[in-house]
């Protein structure tokens, strides 16, 4: 009976996974892991004055209880800085699983449709019941609470009414189509607040949206998916006109002059086959489409995505691209208005044994445009604030791997970026740095980047390698370099129980072709595990690493160094 009542305590006082009724008498019902971890941490500077503390340690633990699939999770951790605790039992919110059926009781969330209800936590209780192709969801509570304006804190940003909501939704799901409903309801209690508030834009509001998901599959080979919803929001319940003439929503939404009406479409074909593919993606959000069901909400956008793959020989050769344009202004009535094109394309080939070789490119373009109102008695200028931004990426990834008793692998990398930023008389301005006024003039940044590297893997464990690299930047005129070469080394003993790792790096900066730096840098480290018992009760770990970073001096700037040893102990169950 005792043991009874310690299990319906913990059931009942904390959250994590869904609880699995199922599991009740069996041996994994109830199973315990965690584990012990203690750090050391010694630093020492030369030259320089040093900010953090000389000898650090933090020593940390977790113990974790699963019960029918409910992780109770406790931890602390103690260190020179200070100390902490967690425990899982002021937690509120549970979610008891049976067969098809799982509810969700507390301060909890669930998922619907980002354009109703999505991720938003409520208080209160939710359920879901999947019988075969068959999905059902339900939920209702509180949004928000009700926080009061306090004028001696001046919280009127953090002032709100209570927010009640429910939602549902009902699924049918077989393997080539299927269809989803989804009703939200939400709305501000008026009354929950008994004091004034000085922020306009706080207001009482009252919402509810109806999704309609659908998605079918044709000969195999084509998808087609698609959502539309629509949303009825009044934003100021407290508003009213007695001119306003009631419509046959009021009552759903308390409707007033203030009551939108608007929508939201999102629309995909894909077309797969086995060296062709090619997807078309289309989302249109009125420029008012809110939902009370999200935090935060992006509306007043049109999106069109194209993504087209292919393969060649034997899909040795797989090339995808990708591009999208973006608009807002829907309805032209902004001050401003943007447009932007994302494109990518990435190439990756396999053609020579043991060789692989990846390109990628992409470009995003930007155009700002301001709307100035007119005016018969000013000739305004304002045009000139007009903005024009263009960032592209450009890498490459040559690898070879060769060698039986000997393996070795040469690997080739490099990236070119450039970003330019363009203001001034810009009338219009195409995709990808096209149809831009050639009277404009911007100064872009560029940045050149590449590493070579070679290493070799010997029998037994050991592995050697160098690399080199290299950078390059420019930008406003000015000129930033760095190079230096690296050399790493690696053994595994005792079955790999023991890893022993050795690199030093050097680097040397310079500034508008002037030396201004070189780093010298030195690590050093090594891990075991050992097995002296049984792994049924546990693992035992510890690692110890060294590293040395030597600044060296240039001109009249003086040597720097910094030595930071770390020690590792942890034990796992």
Known sequence: MKRILIYIALLFSSWSQAQNLEKIGKEEMTTVTGGMTSNFVYNNVVGQQQFRDPFAWVLSGNVTVNFLDLSLPFTFSFSNQGRSYSQPFNMTALHPKYKDWQAHVGITSMNFSRYTYSG???????LEYKPKKWEFKAFGGRLKKAIEYDPTVNNVNFVSYKRMGFGFSTAYKASNYGAELILFKAYDDGTSLHYAHNNPELTVRDNIVASLITNATLFKSIRLNAEIASSLLTRDV????????????????????????????NASIDYRAKAFGVGLKYERIDPNYSTLGAIYFNNDLENVTLNPSFSLFKSKVNVSMSAGYQRNNLDKDNATDSKRWIGSANLTAQIIKGMSFNLTYSNLSSFTRRNPAADPFYTQFADTLNYYQVSQNFSSNITYSFGDTL?????????YAQSENITGRLNDAGAFGFNVDSDTSSLPVDVYNGILGHRLLFKGGLSIGWTFNANHSIAVGNTNSYIGPGANLSKSLFKRKLSLNSSITYNRQYANSIHTNHVLNFRAGLRYSPEIWDKKYGKLSM????????RLPVGTTAKTQNLTITANLAYQF
């Not at 938003?120 to 209780?125: E, I, K, L, T, V």
């Not at 007695?242 to 479409?265: D, E, H, K, L, M």
């Not at 393996?407 to 990236?415: E, K, V, Y």
């Open 120 to 126: 938003m936590n409520f208080a209160g209780a939710g």
């Open 238 to 265: 407290l508003l009213n006109d007695p001119s306003y003439q009631r419509s046959f929503y009021s009552g759903i939404v308390r409707g007033n002059q203030t009551t939108g009406f608007s929508n939201a479409y």
């Open 407 to 415: 393996r070795q692998s040469i690997n080739l990398m490099g990236s």
């Open 543 to 550: 690692a110890f690493n060294g590293n040395l970073t030597n």
